[in-house]
């Protein structure tokens, strides 16, 4: 996700805040190794269908973008509206990114990236997958995850809203093999939206 970043930025506003859970996170750390709270997030990203959410990104060059992202069990699409047209979809242990403005296709091997984490079906947080840490903060709850057989990778952090004992995804952190890290902040998140048969079809143009 970091090699396609487009040129310009938004106004930097209130867009530029980095994802408060993470930060909320990292302010007060919780113990680590909570096999409860592995298990819990496991079945939150097994069992949620249908996710819609806002979606305010940041690029490793600083450039911001927002738009809206859709989220299925082995899927994901973030379709952008700003700073101009694009579309990433994630499945199939692939990812395509389309830029209309540049007019250029990007695709990679999920493999290699740490969001490809995010995306195998099931999700399992043990073996293949090395949960580094959990901490927790008021009301959130934050998980950062590597490849076991090759940590260098990159780390996936993935930050939730936990309420009354029910998770919600609104912040994902990307820090790729070179150290450029993406994050997303995610609002508005909606979950039960049934998507077409060929949504999250990598060949979708815009």
Known sequence: MTAAAPHRALPRRALLAAPLVLA???AAPGP???GRDVARIERYLNDTHG???HVVQTWPNGTVGAGTLFYEPGHLRLDYDTPHPMRLVAAGGHVVFRDAAQQSVTRMNLSRQPLGLLLTTPVHLAGAVTVTAIQHGADVLQVSLARTDNPSQ???TLGFSDFAGQLSLVAIDILDARRNRTRLHLTDVG???IFPPDFFSLSTPL
Request: proline residues 0%.
């Open 24 to 26: 909320a996170c990292q």
């Open 32 to 34: 680590t190794g909570g």
């Open 51 to 53: 996710l819609t959410a």
């Open 154 to 156: 990159g780390l996936l």
């Open 191 to 193: 979950t039960g939206r």
